[in-house]
């Protein structure tokens, strides 16, 4: 038994508690990307993710992005099974996973040639290969190294052997289960992390278990950072942005679920799903601790009516899932529309349709969210674009749903899900719980649809509540929640479910618009790809281009002031995730071409030609792919190929 | 649990209820639609527990007998076809003070919503379930159901159904955590109304399967076991069913069977011919599932608030981190 402390396991190293270079130049950079992949199971996400709070308590922005393969034990050293994490780090606030990686710690070559084959390595990438294949007892792997790695150097990227394996055995005989620590630390060395911060962080991640694993994980920290000093030839610095007010560092999904905690729902029934489900895993890890229940259903159908019988109950609760599951659960949905029976839906969107790309990010629901569910289904549909509106999204999402007796639907995405970016610690505020629910005895005569003639609200009954009995049905019924076969009380009904989205309308602020109010284009978003287009609208302004952009946040409904925006640009754009005819293709007209859903959505409510452009390549879209596009669009139609 | 000394002033003051405070509006199911007799079993059940109307919630599906909660002057849910379990679970979940019955069909049950009737029994939450089984499709007109009689000829199987029928009582005995389960018909009023609130009195699922005439689409299927009592098996145990010197002379088929008896149980629900009629299994001490969840609290917005900050801190990066370990400039 190792009788030392966790403490004393991270005291500072006399020997490297000072980062200050010997004898190399630490280059500024005001960015960076750097990646770490290796076969799953050999510690690249841990690494990645322990390198981004590092980055993010030295005060340098940070987005990261997971390097998933679909499947848990994807063979070794395979091209398709590289797992990881994909860091930017900033000197300011990092809004977006950005372009192209500049730095690669590969454990292997076939993981590394997945990234190079997706094209996520800029062309003069600087690459630190795992060398141990070179003596392969395996001719064959042998030789396999020995191409592809002479084949990237030809390629022009600046690969360097490691023998991180070598380096790590001399502290560790399983050098598989430590090598992603010799990596961070020779990553520290790299970016001028200090090292003290590291040991810390070490300590946090291991918190629970033995000191010896603490400390031999911090030996390997120490060891991989020695090692970059001494034998790599550069080092960076980006200098960090001090924030003044305590900052959040958690992915979107994590963020999702702190929101459930802040908006005072008790109840979330899920199923599970990739890639919602760390939702619910965290969740079900606090929920309790805050006299909360997640509840695992047998199936996606039950999960929603479950969390439907519970907020008819009264308690407002929540549903998590993804567009599988979703569709499963569409009329589930419709049943709480036409009870009004507030709900709320988180639907983390993936690849589609059927089974699709779990892990991938795509924009694929919005229409289905707006309009799934057989029948006039209306629904509120909300997307956060960055991990802090995960967290308020749901809290505003509770309200709206218990102030309106609807659903609302929240649509982040798989990019979200599982990029980490710090935000401002949200200060606790009583006015997110909703009100404790009436529970006043109903007076005679009471009727549980008593619908306001103008923004169809009414007050619901719930039960325990003596007097407001009721049968709630999913038939059409009258302001009594009697049965209705009648064409005027169905037709009123209908009218009265559809006049609170516009009563909700009324309330909604016209979203600030990113640049001038006025120019020559204007780029529309939702969802995930905010942080990406702000950034390459900058870009392009910084050029003398007149592009602004507008993110909408409210999808159903649209928030009021967009026509009037859209109206004072030449030409309007969307750039989504998700399919839109390329117009440029040989079968392809004004009469069959195919828009993205946001494109759709304005073009028919504000009769403006919105054009668009989208990809669906499961990868976060770039700010230079977003600058590419706009360009091209904004050349006079003639010259556009 | 602060609210029990307001409940408790509340039921001081509570009325006696009669039937009629039950009862709304007239049933629109066909006249000898054995629906009607439990629904006036249940209503004489409410009056005679002195159930809260108010705190009463009655779940169905879709079907004939899901319209039942229409029909009763308390709280009830129509929801969808197959999801009344699901969301009387979610009721129960959020407010365990309630009483909540579920009234579904075989075909609700035992077809659409089969999975979620083998997940409901496994969470066992107190809650008593009816299942109105008549052996066919009736409000769509005449299709087969899972517990249709092979043979049964119906609009989709004009030639008679092609398979066994499935049954409702081993299935559910083959379910773990199964706590109560029970067997009754609807032309035994007296019996029926027994068994439910034998049921309603578990504490857990309690499942009765009742066999129900459907006079419209199934007229006479019953008809061989109505017109022979012997052909029906009244099951007794010390406890269990009240059954009168009436009811006993014409129902003479009697079993003494021990309820704990989960092998005999499963014995006796797979026989069709004679019915078996009472208390198949009940086993009073597996968990129920809201208990398990320690379902029920009421929080205070600082609970909330002292949990979520806990929660903030295991992520927070606070200032003072990071202005102590800023790198001299190159």
Redesign the interface.
């Known amino acids: 038994m190792n009788e030392m402390t966790a403490e004393a396991a991270v005291k500072p190293h006399p020997r490297t508690s000072k980062s200050a270079p010997t004898g190399k130049t630490a280059v500024t950079l005001s960015e960076h990307i750097v990646e770490i992949v290796s076969d799953s199971g050999e510690g690249a996400q841990r690494c990645g993710q322990s390198l981004a709070a590092i980055a993010a308590r030295m005060g340098n922005g940070v987005w990261t992005v997971e390097i998933i393969p679909a499947e848990i034990r994807p063979p070794a050293r395979s091209v398709a099974g590289g797992s990881g994490n994909r860091i930017r780090l900033g000197s300011g606030r990092v809004t977006n996973g950005g372009n192209e990686t500049d730095l690669v710690i590969a454990f292997n070559e076939q993981v590394l040639l997945g990234r190079v084959r997706n094209g996520e390595l800029k062309a003069n990438c600087t690459i630190l290969l795992e060398s141990m294949w070179r003596e392969s007892t395996d001719k064959s792997i042998a030789a396999t190294y020995v191409q592809t790695h002479d084949q990237l150097v030809a390629a022009g990227y600046k690969v360097i052997e490691t023998p991180m394996e070598r380096e790590c055995r001399t502290i560790v005989a399983d050098a598989r289960r430590g090598k992603n620590m010799f990596a961070l630390g020779m990553l520290c060395n790299i970016y001028s992390f200090d090292l003290q911060i590291a040991r810390e962080q070490i300590a946090r991640t291991f918190g629970k278990k033995d000191a010896s694993v603490i400390e031999s994980n911090v030996k390997l920290l120490n060891a991989g950072y020695d090692w970059a000093e001494k034998n790599l030839e550069f080092k960076y610095r980006i200098p960090a942005t001090r924030s003044t007010e305590p900052q959040i560092v958690t992915d979107g999904n994590t963020a999702l679920a702190l929101g459930v905690l802040a908006s005072g729902m008790e109840i979330c029934a899920m199923y599970p799903i990739t890639p919602a489900t760390s939702v619910s895993h965290y969740l079900s890890s606090v929920f309790e601790k805050v006299g909360g229940i997640v509840h695992q259903a047998e199936d996606e159908i039950a999960a929603c009516t479950f969390a439907i019988g519970a907020s008819y109950a009264g308690k407002c609760a929540v549903t998590v899932t993804s567009g599988p599951g979703y569709s499963l659960k569409q009329e589930a949905i419709g049943l709480a529309v036409m009870g009004e029976i507030p709900l709320v839906v988180i639907n983390v969107q993936r690849g589609g349709p059927s089974t699709g790309q779990p892990t991938k990010v795509h924009q694929g629901d919005l229409m289905t969210a707006i309009f799934g569910s057989h029948g006039d289904a209306p629904k509120v549909v909300m997307a956060p674009g960055t991990i802090e509106d995960c967290f308020y999204s749901v809290v505003t999402a509770r309200k709206i749903a218990e102030t309106f007796n609807m659903v609302v639907v929240i649509l982040s995405d798989a990019s979200l899900a599982s990029s980490q970016q710090p935000f401002t610690r949200p200060q606790f505020s009583e006015a997110w719980l909703a009100p404790p629910v009436d529970q006043s005895e109903v007076p005679e005569g009471g009727k549980p649809y008593d619908w306001n003639p103008t923004t169809g609200l009414a007050r619901r009954f719930i039960p325990g509540q003596p007097g407001g009995m009721h049968t709630l049905t999913g038939l059409a019924h009258d302001d009594q929640s009697h049965v209705a076969y009648d064409p005027d009380t169905n037709e009123s009904s209908i009218r009265a479910r559809s006049h609170k989205l516009a009563a909700l309308q009324k309330t909604l602020a016209t979203p600030p618009i990113f640049g001038d109010e006025k120019g020559d284009l204007l780029v529309i978003g939702w969802g995930s790809t905010k942080g990406a287009i702000e950034e390459a609208v900058t870009h392009l302004r910084a050029k003398g281009h007149k592009v602004s952009s507008l993110h909408l946040t409210f999808l159903q409904p649209m928030a009021p002031g967009i026509e009037e925006i859209m109206r004072r640009f030449k030409k309007v754009i969307t750039i989504e995730g998700n399919w839109s005819d390329d117009p440029n293709d040989e079968i392809i007209d004004p009469s069959n071409r195919r828009y993205s859903a946001l494109a759709i959505l304005l073009r028919s409510r504000y009769l403006i030609d919105v054009d668009c452009w989208s990809e669906v390549r499961g990868q976060p879209i770039k700010p230079s792919t977003i600058e590419r596009i706009v360009l091209e669009k904004l050349k006079p139609r003639e010259a556009q190929s | 649990m602060t609210g029990h000394a307001t409940e408790c002033l509340l039921r001081m003051f509570d009325q006696h209820h009669e039937l009629e405070d039950y009862q709304?509006g007239v049933p629109r199911w066909c006249t000898g639609c054995g629906d009607n007799a439990i629904l006036a079993a249940v209503q004489r059940l409410c009056r005679d527990e002195d159930l809260r109307?108010?705190?009463?919630?009655?779940?169905s599906g879709?079907g004939c007998s899901s319209r039942f909660?229409?029909y009763?002057?308390?709280?009830?849910?129509?929801?969808?076809h197959g999801?009344a379990?699901?969301?009387?679970?979610?009721?129960?979940?959020?407010?365990p003070?309630?009483n909540v019955f579920v009234n579904t069909g075989d075909g609700d049950c035992c077809s659409i919503g089969a999975?979620?009737w083998?997940?409901a029994i496994r969470y066992n939450m107190n809650m008593t379930v009816m299942l109105h089984d008549n052996q066919i499709y009736g409000l769509t007109k005449k299709q087969a159901s899972p517990t249709s009689p092979r043979g049964t000829k119906s609009n989709t199987t004009p030639r008679g159904s092609y398979l066994e029928a499935l049954q409702p009582l081993t299935v559910t005995l083959g379910v773990q955590n199964v706590s109560f389960v029970a067997q009754a018909v609807d032309w035994i009023p007296e019996v029926l109304y027994d068994i439910i609130a034998k049921a309603y009195r578990h504490k857990g699922l309690s499942f009765v399967r009742i066999i129900q005439r459907c006079p419209e689409w199934l007229p006479n299927v019953f008809e061989p076991w109505m017109q022979d009592p012997l052909r029906t098996m009244l099951l007794t145990h010390e406890g269990g069913l009240t059954i009168s010197p009436n009811l006993s002379k014409i129902y003479k088929t009697q079993e003494r069977h021990d309820p704990s008896n989960i092998n005999r149980a499963r014995e006796i629900a797979s026989l069709q011919d004679p019915i078996p009629i009472g208390i198949l299994y009940h086993n009073p001490d597996v968990p129920c599932y809201e208990e398990l969840?320690?379902?029920g609290?009421r929080?205070s917005?600082r609970?909330?608030?002292v949990?979520?900050?806990?929660?903030?801190d295991k992520?927070?990066?606070?200032?003072q981190?990071?202005?102590s370990?800023?790198?001299?400039?190159?």
């Open positions: 709304s109307p108010e705190k009463t919630v009655f779940v879709i909660p229409h009763m002057k308390t709280y009830g849910f129509h929801g969808i999801r379990l699901p969301v009387a679970e979610g009721i129960k979940m959020a407010r003070d309630l999975a979620h083998i997940h969840r320690d379902a609290h929080r917005a609970y909330i608030k949990g979520l900050d806990a929660e903030f992520f927070t990066i606070w200032p981190d990071a202005d370990n800023i790198q001299p400039s190159a």
